[in-house]
């Protein structure tokens, strides 16, 4: 069973700024490259995130350059999503989960951890 845990969602106000964090208790993932992604109330789960196992490549949806920053700390076997300008669009669920394909934004499991709670108040 995978063994992630999310952490760092909350309520804040649009322009606002959070971090999340991606625990991986089990020190199991520390070579895959892993994701953040996110599901709003009545759509479908879409990919915000991705980083290389060394950090080394990182991807972005557009819906979020510029204000989202991936980034992980091996030793720590964690990894972080920094939201910053946030908006209320960007409200949802928000999980990780190790991504795999050219451009890391597909997960390579189907198992999703209880995941973290973003909510932006305009």
């Known amino acids: 069973q995978v063994q992630l845990v999310e952490s760092g969602g909350g309520l804040v106000q649009a322009g606002g700024s959070l971090r999340l964090s991606c625990a991986d208790s089990?020190?199991?993932?520390?070579?895959?490259?892993m994701g953040w992604f996110r599901q709003a109330p009545g759509k479908e789960r879409e990919f915000v995130a991705a980083i290389s196992w060394n950090g080394g490549r990182i991807y972005v949806a557009d819906s979020v350059k510029g204000r989202f920053t991936i980034s992980r700390d091996n030793a720590k076997n964690t990894v972080y999503l920094q939201m910053n300008s946030l908006k209320p669009e960007d409200t949802a669920v928000y999980y990780c989960?190790?991504?795999?394909?050219?451009?890391?934004?597909?997960?390579?499991?189907?198992?999703w951890g209880q995941g973290t709670q973003v909510t932006v108040s305009s």
């Open positions: 089990e020190r199991t993932f520390t070579t895959y490259a």
């Open positions: 989960n190790p991504t795999i394909g050219s451009s890391l934004a597909k997960p390579l499991y189907d198992y």
